[in-house]
């Protein structure tokens, strides 16, 4: 299957500071990615579809301000958490699209 | 929209034994049910597919089964290995364009040496 890369696995950071998710297709390429916060023991909740070149489509409830999305190639997507704060500890999880869905291993984000 | 129920959320089974897990979706026109594997922190693996076209797909030990006037897909895990311990998701979507799959809420499979 294709892969999928997300960067970094885990992170730590002060509340307040801002901290940046890669997503990379690494053996195609893909228009369309899309990221997802999972909680403990729940299932994946889509947070917004990042699109080549344009801007992200978010979904109902998730501030654009605070999870700031950049699909600037066809094999890179970023998010970025802004002024995060404890209650942003989460898993992040990417996904691109090429025939399947394929996922990116997570983001354990802790915010202290 | 799409809305896919998942059961059971927990399933304990003893090693060598069968598991399944069924899943329900309201839209008629998803056409596309992948099931993924998600080990603790770990982001999901596809395991196994099925379009709306075939009715189940095998391989090696997983299969899949698709019912499509009920609006219900299976998966069923037999000779269970301890490996096999994960969460699992199914997921309903309309394949073909923007792909946005709807999950199920997911099974912990817990098999037992």
């Known amino acids: 299957g294709a892969v999928v890369s997300q960067h970094p696995s885990r992170v730590i950071c002060k509340s307040g500071t801002s901290v940046k998710i890669e997503c990379r297709s690494l053996?195609?390429?893909?228009?369309?990615m899309f990221w997802y916060r999972q909680f403990p023991k729940k299932s994946l909740m889509l947070m917004a579809t990042s699109n080549e070149g344009s801007k992200a489509t978010y979904e109902q409830g998730v501030e654009k301000d605070k999870f700031l999305i950049n699909h600037a190639s066809l094999t890179l997507s970023t998010l970025t958490v802004t002024s995060a704060h404890p209650e942003d500890s989460s898993f992040y999880i990417c996904s691109a699209v090429k025939t399947e869905a394929f996922f990116g291993q997570g983001t354990r984000l802790t915010v202290v | 929209g799409e809305n896919v129920e998942q059961h059971p959320s927990t399933l304990s089974v003893q090693e060598g034994d069968s598991a399944v897990i069924k899943c329900t979706y309201s839209d008629s026109a998803s056409n596309y049910f992948p099931w993924y594997k998600q080990e603790l922190g770990k982001g999901p693996q596809l395991i196994i597919d099925?379009?709306?076209?075939?009715g189940e797909k095998k391989d090696q030990r997983i299969a899949v089964t698709l019912n499509k006037t009920a609006k219900h897909f299976s998966l069923h895990i037999t000779e269970t290995q301890p490996e096999d311990s994960a969460v699992y998701f199914c997921?309903?979507?309309?394949?073909?364009?923007?792909?946005?799959?709807?999950f199920g809420r997911g099974t912990s499979l817990i098999v037992h040496p």
């Open positions: 053996d195609f390429q893909a228009t369309t």
């Open positions: 997921a309903a979507s309309i394949g073909g364009g923007s792909y946005i799959p709807t």
């Open positions: 099925i379009r709306s076209n075939v």
